[in-house]
Every structure is written in structure tokens, then in C-alpha cells.
């Protein structure tokens, strides 16, 4: 049996940091001797471009296998995979993964048809991080459905706190109908602003939200114009700056994330509104 990891970095409210989570973690954990795959399971495919691969209307994709899954084809997940230069491979996709989430509606055993696509590699990886789009659609639910746990970044803005029900609520029929493995693995704290009472304040209403059922990770990425830099360029944090807040951060999260999964096992919260 495998000992993969497999964790979606979802949040249905766009802007907080998902794919740059994803990215800069993935890095982080091979750095601590780890084998990561990234998927990318948004159609706008912002994780392969945020990875340097540009041209993506000309490469087969993650849409691709979930097509070959629908129709009961072969699947090759390997023939498909980039290796990217900083020890971290991908699975790319692009605006084809749309029309997929179209023929989901009506495929058999639709929940499950990532998690097919996926079960032949993940003997291979230590973990698989799947960046989820800001929407919770057939996509988006069959990366839950394949998936030990949950992780939800969350900008230190007001109502950050107020804005997590609806996704809160699809884990817990997640885990009762379709994957009782699944968990939160906790809420990370990003683009905070040290300077301001907001991320305190954000916390602090998180806290009292949310706080007797999810954990908060301890680590809070920083707010760094530099992140969007590198990312510009094809580059992780680390590559980009190594010395940089951010990427210490992003280390130290990394630790975490990889610690939590030796010592804990935390159900998801039965929160449904």
C-alpha cells in the first residue's frame, strides 16, 4: 500500500494564495527529502504557467486522462508528466479541464475519476498537492474525493472567517458520502501584513470560528512582492529568494505540514450550514 499523502489546497474565494501555496510547498517538502507531484485542477491552469510552462494549449494534460477515465481508455499519468527543474514533477492542465467538468455530470462513478487517474503514480511520490480552482464544482469534488486531507489558505482580510462555510460544509458530505478518509488538515494564515492589526484580528476571528474543530497552523506566510515576481519568471521562492521571509515561511510550513502527518489524524468538522 502506498504511503502518499495526497492533500488539495482549496478555497472557493479566489485571490488567497492557493497556487502559490501549492508551488512554494511542493518545493519546500523535496527540499526536506520528499517526492512531490503538483496537479493542477483549474482550468485557468495558473500552477503549470506559475511553473514556467507557457505554452499550454500544445501539452497533453490532466484533462486529458480524465477524458480517457470517462470513456473507460488506458491511463497513461506518467507519458503526461513535467519534470520540473526544482525537484518537483506536475501534471499540467489547461482550459480543456472545463469542458471535462461537463462530462462529469453525466459519467459513471464521476466522484471518482481523478482518483483513477491517480492511483497507478502514487506509489511514486511522497506526496501529491492538488491545486484546486476557486469554485466548488465536479472538479473540485474529485479532488476531495481522492484526497487525505484539506488545506484551506485564507487572506487576512475582513470576513475571511465568514467566507469558509459553504467550503467547510462540502468536506463534511465529502467525508460522509463519497471519502471517509478525508480532513481538514488546518487553515493557513496568507499574505499577512505584520504591520496591521488585520491579521491578528483575522486570526483571532478564525479562532473563535473555527478553532474547537480545524487547527491553525502556527506558520503565517508574509505579504512579498517578490512571490509574485517569481512566479512571473517560472520560479519558486526559494529559487527566486532564497533568503526571503517567504520562503522561510513556506519551509517552516512545510515542517508542519509534514510533522502533522507523522503525529495527527484529525476527523473534518461536521460543519454544515
Same mark, same amino acid.
Given at each position: 500500500?502506498?504511503?502518499?499523502?495526497?492533500?488539495?489546497?482549496?478555497?472557493?474565494?479566489?485571490?488567497?494564495?492557493? &497556487?502559490?501555496?501549492?508551488?512554494? /510547498?511542493?518545493?519546500?517538502?523535496?527540499?526536506?527529502?520528499?517526492?512531490?507531484?503538483?496537479?493542477?485542477?483549474?482550468?485557468? #491552469?495558473?500552477?503549470?504557467?506559475?511553473? #514556467?510552462? =507557457?505554452?499550454?494549449?500544445?501539452?497533453?494534460?490532466?484533462?486529458?486522462?480524465?477524458?480517457?477515465?470517462?470513456?473507460?481508455?488506458?491511463?497513461?499519468?506518467?507519458?503526461?508528466?513535467?519534470?520540473?527543474?526544482?525537484?518537483?514533477?506536475?501534471?499540467?492542465?489547461?482550459?480543456?479541464?472545463?469542458?471535462?467538468?461537463?462530462?462529469?455530470?453525466?459519467?459513471?462513478?464521476?466522484?471518482?475519476?481523478?482518483?483513477?487517474?491517480?492511483?497507478?503514480?502514487?506509489?511514486?511520490?511522497?506526496?501529491?498537492?492538488?491545486?484546486?480552482?476557486?469554485? /466548488?464544482?465536479?472538479?473540485?469534488?474529485?479532488?476531495?474525493?481522492?484526497?487525505?486531507?484539506?488545506?484551506?489558505?485564507?487572506? &487576512?482580510? =475582513?470576513?475571511? $472567517?465568514?467566507?469558509?462555510?459553504?467550503?467547510?460544509?462540502?468536506?463534511?458530505?465529502?467525508?460522509?458520502?463519497?471519502?471517509?478518509?478525508?480532513?481538514?488538515?488546518?487553515?493557513?494564515? &496568507?499574505?499577512?501584513?505584520?504591520?496591521?492589526?488585520?491579521?491578528?484580528?483575522?486570526?483571532?476571528? /478564525?479562532?473563535?470560528?473555527?478553532?474547537?474543530?480545524?487547527?491553525? =497552523?502556527?506558520?503565517?506566510?508574509?505579504?512579498?512582492?517578490?512571490?509574485?515576481?517569481?512566479?512571473?519568471?517560472?520560479?519558486?521562492?526559494?529559487?527566486?529568494?532564497?533568503?526571503?521571509?517567504?520562503?522561510? $515561511? =513556506?519551509?517552516?510550513?512545510?515542517?508542519?505540514?509534514?510533522?502533522? #502527518?507523522?503525529?495527527?489524524?484529525?476527523?473534518?468538522?461536521?460543519?454544515?450550514?
Amino acid at each position: 500500500m502506498s504511503n502518499c499523502k495526497v492533500i488539495s489546497i482549496a478555497n472557493q474565494k479566489g485571490g488567497v494564495g492557493k &497556487t502559490t501555496t501549492t508551488f512554494n /510547498l511542493g518545493v519546500a517538502l523535496s527540499k526536506l527529502g520528499k517526492k512531490v507531484l503538483l496537479v493542477d485542477a483549474d482550468p485557468q #491552469g495558473d500552477l503549470t504557467v506559475c511553473l #514556467g510552462y =507557457y505554452d499550454t494549449d500544445n501539452i497533453p494534460t490532466i484533462a486529458n486522462l480524465m477524458e480517457a477515465s470517462i470513456n473507460d481508455y488506458d491511463i497513461d499519468a506518467e507519458s503526461i508528466i513535467l519534470h520540473h527543474k526544482e525537484n518537483i514533477d506536475l501534471l499540467p492542465s489547461n482550459l480543456d479541464l472545463s469542458a471535462v467538468s461537463l462530462s462529469l455530470v453525466s459519467a459513471m462513478s464521476r466522484e471518482y475519476t481523478m482518483r483513477n487517474c491517480l492511483k497507478d503514480i502514487k506509489k511514486n511520490y511522497d506526496y501529491i498537492l492538488i491545486d484546486c480552482n476557486p469554485s /466548488l464544482d465536479m472538479i473540485t469534488l474529485n479532488a476531495l474525493s481522492c484526497s487525505d486531507k484539506v488545506i484551506i489558505p485564507v487572506q &487576512t482580510q =475582513y470576513l475571511a $472567517a465568514k467566507a469558509m462555510g459553504q467550503l467547510l460544509g462540502t468536506v463534511s458530505k465529502v467525508k460522509r458520502q463519497i471519502n471517509p478518509n478525508l480532513s481538514v488538515g488546518g487553515i493557513l494564515l &496568507t499574505l499577512v501584513d505584520e504591520r496591521t492589526k488585520l491579521s491578528k484580528e483575522t486570526k483571532v476571528a /478564525l479562532q473563535e470560528s473555527y478553532g474547537s474543530i480545524i487547527k491553525i =497552523y502556527n506558520t503565517k506566510i508574509p505579504t512579498a512582492i517578490k512571490v509574485a515576481e517569481s512566479t512571473k519568471v517560472g520560479q519558486s521562492i526559494f529559487s527566486y529568494d532564497k533568503r526571503s521571509k517567504v520562503a522561510d $515561511a =513556506y519551509l517552516q510550513f512545510a515542517k508542519e505540514v509534514d510533522e502533522d #502527518g507523522k503525529t495527527r489524524k484529525q476527523d473534518a468538522p461536521s460543519y454544515d450550514r
